[in-house]
């Protein structure tokens, strides 16, 4: 089966700025526990108390990411999700189990598609819903993972009982959701948050491969060095925007796994940590070229990194200097 090549998520209007960011406190207004743009769902509270909690709605290109705590007590939501995604859940903390369409649910991950019905009850506890664009989620798993997912979910929800996964996923969306409230985040950048759409999907991608699908490839594989000479060429021809694993894939014809394993064998860091070094390259090289007008935001934005102070980490770690040292020595020869 063949493919098309997966477009760049578009970015909706209205959602590269401020707005991008939508926070519903339950105690002030219970209405916002269900009221969600794209959901037709309604709320009962079904335990007694005072119903606490709030909730940091994130849009991003093709997903919106709800980070909801419900402090006190089990509520119970039915109805439908918006329209053409899958709905990922990752639930930590929980107070009891839950249950989603029939199926004993506590903290791990599930899934669901939005061609069904939704009909939960969720304790208290913090939950993130991932809800992604079908098409984009099936395109990036088949192109990364050569899996095809179009009907994966077609005979209800799926479960992972695994709470220490849930934790680490929940631990690097809550670091997401920290870097867009603060300065972290460069808002109203599309390479932003076209980087932010794009850590979502490559991490939802082997996990629905690997953990919750459990298919396995079929394509025939080429061999690492072909691979990863490829790899360059297609970097090199594409040198004013660093590509994305996604990108590699689907220009190579390989799943995401042998890429790794290519380029762990041929040179000895995986493609993800390649990636990472260009675009680090290609920010020096702009602030070693700066004029008296530039900054390091600058740098940041161009090349898609969307955490200041991880990016001054991570170039300090690999040019054994700060990027403003970097950008204060170019310009002191103008």
Not at 69 to 80: A, K
Request: aromatic share 6%.
């Amino acid at each position: 089966m063949r493919r098309e090549a997966v477009p760049a998520p578009s970015v909706p209007p209205g959602l590269l700025d401020a707005a991008a960011l939508r926070v519903r406190r339950f105690s002030d207004d219970e209405a916002a526990v269900q009221r969600i743009p794209g959901w037709n769902i309604q709320c009962l509270q079904l335990t007694s108390g005072m119903l606490a909690g709030q909730a940091v709605d994130l849009h991003l290109p093709s997903i919106q990411v709800l980070f909801e705590e419900y402090r006190n007590v089990s509520t119970s939501h039915s109805g439908s999700a918006p329209s053409g995604a899958v709905i990922f859940g990752v639930a930590t903390g929980m107070k009891g189990h839950g249950i989603l369409n029939g199926l004993p649910w506590g903290n791990g991950i599930s899934a669901f598609d939005a061609r069904h019905e939704l009909d939960s009850v969720v304790p208290p506890g913090e939950l993130i819903s991932l809800v992604v664009d079908r098409h984009a989620l099936d395109d990036y798993v088949w192109h990364t993972e050569h899996v095809d997912i179009e009907h994966w979910l077609s005979p209800g929800p799926v479960v992972l009982d695994d709470a220490s996964l849930a934790q680490l996923l929940a631990a690097h969306l809550l670091a997401m959701m920290t870097a867009c409230q603060g300065e972290a985040v460069a808002a109203g950048k599309p390479a932003v948050w076209q980087r932010l759409a794009h850590d979502v999907l490559g991490t939802l991608g082997p996990l629905v491969a690997q953990r919750l699908c459990r298919r396995g490839a079929t394509k025939r594989e080429q061999s690492h060095v072909q691979v990863v000479r490829r790899a360059r060429e297609y970097v090199r021809a594409h040198a004013d925007e660093p590509p994305q694993i996604v990108d590699l894939c689907q220009a190579l014809g390989v799943s995401r796994r042998w890429l790794q394993w290519s380029f762990n064998e041929v040179m000895g860091i995986g493609p993800l940590a390649y990636l990472r070094i260009l675009r680090l390259n290609s920010a020096r090289r702009m602030l070693l070229a700066a004029t008296p007008a530039t900054k390091v935001r600058d740098a940041v934005e161009a090349y898609g990194f969307w955490h200041l102070s991880r990016f001054s980490h991570d170039y300090r770690h690999h040019f054994g200097e700060l990027p403003s040292q970097t950008l204060q020595r170019a310009q002191a020869h103008w």
